[in-house]
């Protein structure tokens, strides 16, 4: 894997359960709209690169499992579906603004890293997710991030 990346998921929306049950336990990841998470998405994430799955809506918040991308960015499908509810009139086919991402699961992990005790973890001072007022849905994770979530995690050899 070339970079690491954190993807924030409300469960009751789209959990870690339902990315276990889909077909080859690979999802599109779409239905981002904010122009910086969807820069990464269209700029920056690449395939193989590793995903650090966050259930943003759990109590508390927490990384369950890893996932890795398997399809770079591509023009988000629901933007032009009328009927969804990320439909976006003002997105010409031609000019997509909105983009998406194919993820695979990895891996569940062994217990959840959850948000007080990233806080608390040394190495972590400084990711991205635990800086005040941070609330992309799509964020990268440093090398040496992703190891220590995987530790907390209970997953030994940090691929994940």
Not at 8 to 14: I, N, Q, V
Not at 29 to 45: C, E, I, P, S
Request: some cysteine.
């Amino acid at each position: 894997m070339s970079r690491y990346w954190l993807f924030k998921s409300d469960p009751a929306t789209f959990g870690l359960e339902d990315l276990e049950r889909s077909p080859g336990r690979t999802t599109c990841w779409d239905g981002v709209r904010n122009y910086q998470a969807r820069n990464f998405l269209r700029d920056d994430v690449r395939v193989g690169d590793g995903v650090l799955f966050y259930h943003s809506q759990s109590r508390p918040p927490a990384v369950v499992g890893t996932a890795e991308v398997v399809r770079a960015g591509y023009p988000d499908p629901t933007q032009f579906d009328r009927r969804d509810p990320g439909h976006d009139p003002g997105s010409p086919p031609g000019d997509p603004r909105w983009y998406a991402v194919d993820i695979r699961l990895r891996k569940r992990l062994a217990r959840p890293a959850e948000l007080p005790e990233l806080r608390g973890t040394p190495g972590l001072e400084e990711m991205l997710l635990l800086r005040k007022g941070s609330r992309l849905s799509i964020q990268p994770v440093t090398a040496g991030e992703w190891r220590i979530v995987l530790r907390l995690g209970g997953v030994r050899g940090g691929l994940g």
